[in-house]
Nanobody, 126 residues
């Protein structure tokens, strides 16, 4: 069983930056592909970014490409989401997700992930 805990959310003005962190329990973090998803009020959960088990491959939603960066530190059992040039439409609860991955691919579907954090609120004011 893997437990994921997010942190780093908050209130920021449009154009600002935030860095989300997600730490994982367990000793097999290096074998997990990780992802970030978000859910705005009255909207479905959507994919934001994903990273392969070794950090060598990343995938982004078009809406965040060029503004957000996902990274993974297997030594610290952590995955990060650096968010720059934030927009009001980025406001949502952000979730960290993990999946046991035998390959070095990424996954964009929420159904591909077995483990989820509790979420952290990001609010971007205009």
């Amino acid at each position: 069983q893997v437990q994921l805990v997010e942190s780093g959310g908050g209130l920021v003005q449009a154009g600002g930056s935030l860095r989300l962190s997600c730490t994982a329990s367990g000793r097999t973090f290096s074998s997990y592909g990780m992802g970030w998803f978000r859910q705005a009020p009255e909207k479905e959960r959507e994919f934001v970014a994903a990273i392969s088990r070794n950090g060598g491959i990343t995938t982004y939603a078009d809406s965040v490409k060029g503004r957000f960066t996902i990274s993974k530190d297997n030594a610290k059992n952590a995955v990060y989401l650096q968010m720059n040039s934030l927009k009001p439409e980025d406001t949502a609860v952000y979730y960290c997700a993990g999946r046991g991955s035998p390959s070095y691919a990424t996954a964009t579907a929420s159904t591909s992930y077995s483990y989820w954090g509790q979420g952290t609120q990001v609010t971007v004011s205009s």
